[in-house]
């Protein structure tokens, strides 16, 4: 359902046919049309942003799908992991009608991907965790390449925050309160690990030279001194 910001009022309405879809949707610009992307049990679905009308759909994911969908530079990435675990990238360039195993699916891969944390993009890298687990795996955004890894991320699991990239760094938090830096390099070294007395499920975010985490009791910002 898409509603009119300042009025509040309904501007359309698509009905689908899905049993569960945790994931949230997510707005692609391509050659200037507004996509709204959606993950769901039987197919990842695109609406035109203005009436809701379907310009593409893709089979393959899992049921009871968490992950919200991500893009960048005109490529989607959706994945889940529930009773099977299935990750595809699909070219939005030429995307119309069914796409399932078309040519718009650039690549796909069936093994270690995310379940609640959805996939993060940074600078051409897709970054992905196993199921919640603290299993890395990262992948070229237009090959689906995997130059190197998994990684275990060692102190750090039961992540359902979503990984995210900021100053060439790649930053996970965990159920536990744990909050993990990695590089962002083929290898990554860890480069800080901290714990707060605190549980964290909402994904973090970078403003500026400040992080903000939201945890179960306590709303937190740092910043370097």
Same mark, same amino acid.
């Given at each position: 359902?898409?509603?009119? +910001?300042?009025?509040?009022?309904? #501007?359309?309405?698509?009905? #689908?046919?899905?049993?569960?879809?945790?994931?949230?949707?997510?707005?692609?610009?391509?050659?200037?049309?507004?996509?709204?992307?959606?993950?769901?049990?039987?197919?990842?679905?695109?609406?035109?942003? +203005?009436?809701?009308?379907?310009?593409?759909?893709?089979?393959?994911?899992?049921?009871?799908?968490?992950?919200?969908?991500?893009?960048?530079?005109?490529?989607?990435?959706?994945?889940?992991?529930?009773?099977?675990?299935?990750?595809?990238?699909?070219?939005?360039?030429?995307?119309?009608?069914?796409?399932?195993?078309?040519?718009?699916?650039?690549?796909? #891969?069936?093994?270690?991907?995310?379940?609640?944390?959805?996939?993060?993009?940074?600078?051409?890298?897709?970054?992905?965790?196993?199921?919640?687990?603290?299993?890395?795996?990262?992948?070229?955004?237009?090959?689906?390449?995997?130059?190197?890894?998994?990684?275990?991320?060692?102190?750090?699991?039961?992540?359902?925050?979503?990984?995210?990239?900021?100053?060439?760094?790649?930053?996970?938090?965990?159920? #536990?309160?744990?909050?993990?830096?990695?590089?962002?390099?083929?290898?990554?070294?860890?480069?800080?690990?901290?714990?707060?007395?605190?549980?964290?499920?909402?994904?973090?975010?970078?403003?500026?030279?400040?992080?903000?985490?939201?945890?179960?009791?306590?709303?937190?910002?740092?910043?370097?001194?």
């Amino acid at each position: 359902t898409a509603l009119d +910001t300042e009025t509040g009022k309904e #501007r359309w309405r698509a009905l #689908r046919d899905e049993v569960t879809s945790w994931a949230s949707p997510t707005i692609a610009v391509h050659k200037g049309q507004a996509q709204v992307i959606v993950s769901g049990t039987k197919r990842i679905r695109a609406y035109n942003l +203005t009436d809701g009308e379907i310009l593409w759909e893709c089979g393959g994911l899992s049921a009871n799908v968490v992950a919200s969908p991500v893009h960048d530079n005109g490529i989607v990435v959706a994945a889940s992991s529930y009773e099977k675990q299935a990750m595809f990238a699909i070219r939005l360039d030429g995307a119309k009608g069914n796409i399932t195993d078309s040519e718009n699916v650039l690549w796909d #891969r069936l093994t270690r991907t995310p379940y609640v944390p959805s996939p993060l993009l940074y600078n051409g890298t897709v970054y992905f965790l196993r199921h919640y687990q603290g299993i890395l795996s990262k992948v070229d955004l237009n090959t689906g390449e995997e130059p190197s890894g998994p990684f275990r991320l060692g102190p750090i699991s039961n992540l359902y925050a979503s990984p995210i990239g900021a100053d060439n760094k790649i930053y996970f938090t965990d159920l #536990r309160g744990s909050t993990l830096v990695l590089t962002h390099e083929d290898n990554p070294v860890v480069i800080s690990f901290n714990r707060l007395n605190d549980s964290f499920a909402a994904s973090p975010i970078a403003v500026n030279n400040q992080l903000i985490l939201r945890g179960h009791r306590y709303l937190y910002c740092i910043e370097e001194n």
